[in-house]
């Protein structure tokens, strides 16, 4: 198996030709060993064609070990989060590739607290290379068992209708991309008093009705019904839930950051303290929370280091641009069901349209585009990257990729964390500083791929 597929926060690969069922039980046995044979995992899967065949395969490797295995079942990855932070498990195991294509599958670890592994990702893979497993005996082995999908939805539903109400009705157009936000979302949202409308929400691993990455240009329906039809609020989520794209009731996709804002407005009227973005998010972010009167703290892209620095400080919230939302009042990770619903509470205690909420925060120019690069030349073309800039003298922030920060914009050029991938982020507050850093980043980007 590629070393590559062991990425930042977690694994992702083809099935049947990056990985297989074997190097699946070999994944199972290094994270086993690393829990060193002892206590009881969870685990969960998501809708695609290969999860059932992944999840047992890897339970099979970990009970290996001597540990327990769970499985919650087919179910979103908020849902294993949130039953792992309830009940404590030693560890917890999600089956999913998110937002990849449906030929994908992937592994993710998860604290007992249901947030993610970082460095730990690197022992289980130091483990699996080197292959020195704890194999117990016939009469020694874990249990695979699993626990009623049911009792999971009910805990989990129970929990935030305990938190989140509305006071008054709204009209919400759910799109759950025949993922599994499908199981949980609309039932959630007619409990809180929601009319609601929903379009690709038949589960199917294939992702028929759309990709599994809601973005502009594969949630057109979602925002031609949810205008057409007077709603007040408009969700897409990924395939496994962990993320939410809003559209407002003018059928306008809102800028994660710009939702971000709302959220925080709401969670410091209810608790002053920090909030965490990571660095590719809109100077908005920064603006707003400290006229609201509380802390940025940037941080990493990925799940599982906004998690961290959450719990490290003590965060009241944290906003991703990619539309991962953590709301720390609930619990310290992300979950786009929680997010949606909180949404709709906060557009339902106000007197204005989600179109107006919106349109009362400024934004500046931004572009987000991506280059194609090889896992193997990605790392090597931003380290090329930031010696010529540092070379040319400019204020660098290295913390995630290589940022630069002028004063009137900023632009970031990271490799993705799940994909072979470069991402180049750019701001600016006019329309010509934001040409101006796309055509240098785009240039300097260009002439170092080709040497490579």
Same mark, same amino acid.
């Given at each position: 198996?590629?070393?590559?597929?062991?990425?930042?926060?977690?694994?992702?690969?083809?099935?049947?030709?990056?990985?297989?069922?074997?190097? !699946?039980?070999? *994944?199972?046995?290094?994270?086993?060993?690393?829990?060193?044979?002892?206590?009881?995992?969870?685990?969960?899967?998501?809708?695609?064609?290969?999860?059932?065949?992944?999840?047992?395969? %890897?339970?099979?490797? @970990?009970?290996?070990?001597?540990?327990?295995?769970?499985?919650?079942? =087919?179910?979103?990855?908020?849902?294993?989060?949130?039953?792992?932070?309830?009940?404590?498990?030693?560890?917890?195991?999600?089956?999913?590739?998110?937002?990849?294509?449906?030929?994908? &599958?992937? =592994?993710?670890?998860?604290?007992?607290?249901?947030?993610?592994?970082?460095?730990?990702?690197?022992?289980?893979?130091?483990?699996?290379?080197?292959?020195?497993? =704890?194999?117990?005996?016939?009469?020694?082995?874990?249990?695979? &068992?699993?626990?009623?999908?049911?009792?999971?939805?009910?805990?989990?539903?129970?929990? =935030?209708?305990?938190? *989140?109400?509305?006071?008054?009705?709204?009209?919400?157009?759910?799109?759950?991309?025949?993922?599994?936000?499908?199981?949980?979302?609309?039932?959630?949202?007619?409990? %809180?008093?929601?009319?609601?409308?929903?379009?690709?929400?038949?589960?199917?691993?294939?992702?028929?009705?759309?990709?599994?990455?809601?973005?502009?240009?594969?949630?057109?329906?979602?925002?031609?019904?949810?205008?057409?039809?007077?709603?007040?609020?408009?969700?897409?989520?990924?395939?496994?839930?962990?993320?939410?794209?809003?559209?407002?009731?003018?059928?306008?996709?809102?800028?994660?950051?710009?939702?971000?804002?709302?959220?925080?407005?709401?969670?410091?009227?209810?608790?002053?303290?920090?909030?965490?973005?990571?660095?590719?998010?809109?100077?908005? !972010?920064?603006?707003?929370?400290?006229?609201?009167?509380?802390?940025?703290?940037?941080?990493?892209?990925?799940?599982?280091?906004?998690?961290?620095?959450?719990?490290?400080?003590?965060?009241?919230?944290?906003?991703?641009?990619?539309?991962?939302?953590?709301?720390?009042?609930?619990?310290?990770?992300?979950?786009?069901?929680?997010?949606?619903?909180?949404?709709?509470?906060?557009?339902?205690?106000?007197?204005?349209?989600?179109?107006?909420? %919106?349109?009362? @925060?400024?934004?500046?120019?931004?572009?987000?585009?991506?280059?194609?690069?090889?896992?193997?030349?990605?790392?090597?073309?931003?380290?090329?990257?930031?010696?010529?800039?540092?070379?040319?003298?400019?204020?660098?922030?290295?913390?995630?990729? !290589?940022?630069?920060?002028?004063?009137?914009?900023?632009?970031?050029?990271?490799?993705?964390? &799940?994909?072979?991938?470069?991402?180049?982020?750019?701001?600016?507050?006019?329309?010509?500083?934001?040409?101006?850093?796309?055509?240098?980043?785009?240039?300097?980007?260009?002439?170092?791929?080709?040497?490579?």
């Amino acid at each position: 198996m590629a070393e590559n597929i062991f990425r930042a926060y977690d694994i992702r690969a083809v099935f049947n030709k990056e990985i297989d069922v074997e190097s !699946v039980v070999r *994944i199972g046995l290094a994270f086993g060993t690393y829990l060193e044979g002892q206590g009881l995992v969870y685990s969960g899967r998501d809708i695609r064609t290969s999860s059932k065949i992944v999840e047992s395969a %890897v339970a099979s490797g @970990i009970c290996s070990t001597g540990c327990n295995v769970a499985s919650l079942g =087919l179910l979103p990855i908020p849902l294993l989060n949130f039953y792992c932070w309830k009940h404590e498990p030693k560890a917890g195991l999600m089956v999913t590739a998110s937002h990849n294509p449906p030929e994908f &599958t992937g =592994l993710r670890f998860r604290h007992n607290d249901g947030t993610g592994f970082s460095k730990e990702n690197e022992r289980v893979k130091n483990i699996y290379f080197e292959g020195d497993f =704890l194999k117990n005996p016939w009469n020694k082995l874990g249990e695979f &068992t699993s626990i009623n999908t049911e009792v999971v939805i009910s805990d989990y539903t129970k929990y =935030l209708l305990d938190k *989140i109400s509305l006071d008054r009705e709204l009209s919400v157009v759910l799109d759950p991309g025949n993922g599994t936000a499908s199981i949980v979302a609309p039932q959630l949202f007619r409990k %809180v008093g929601c009319k609601i409308f929903t379009i690709n929400s038949q589960i199917d691993g294939t992702f028929p009705g759309r990709d599994p990455y809601p973005r502009e240009g594969n949630i057109d329906d979602l925002q031609k019904i949810t205008e057409d039809s007077g709603a007040d609020l408009g969700v897409a989520y990924d395939g496994d839930a962990d993320r939410a794209v809003f559209v407002d009731n003018k059928g306008r996709i809102i800028r994660p950051e710009v939702a971000g804002v709302l959220f925080v407005k709401d969670a410091l009227s209810k608790k002053m303290g920090k909030v965490v973005a990571n660095v590719s998010s809109s100077l908005i !972010v920064q603006e707003q929370v400290e006229t609201l009167g509380g802390e940025v703290v940037y941080e990493k892209v990925g799940d599982v280091f906004m998690a961290e620095a959450i719990k490290e400080h003590n965060a009241v919230f944290g906003i991703e641009p990619s539309g991962h939302f953590y709301s720390n009042l609930f619990y310290p990770f992300d979950d786009g069901i929680q997010s949606s619903l909180l949404l709709a509470e906060i557009i339902s205690k106000q007197n204005k349209t989600l179109s107006e909420l %919106v349109d009362q @925060i400024p934004q500046y120019p931004m572009i987000e585009e991506t280059t194609k690069c090889s896992d193997e030349k990605k790392f090597q073309v931003i380290e090329r990257i930031k010696e010529k800039l540092e070379n040319r003298g400019y204020k660098l922030n290295l913390m995630d990729g !290589v940022r630069v920060d002028q004063q009137e914009g900023w632009a970031l050029v990271r490799p993705s964390n &799940t994909q072979p991938l470069i991402r180049v982020t750019v701001e600016a507050k006019t329309e010509a500083k934001l040409k101006e850093l796309k055509d240098e980043m785009f240039r300097l980007l260009k002439e170092e791929m080709e040497k490579c």
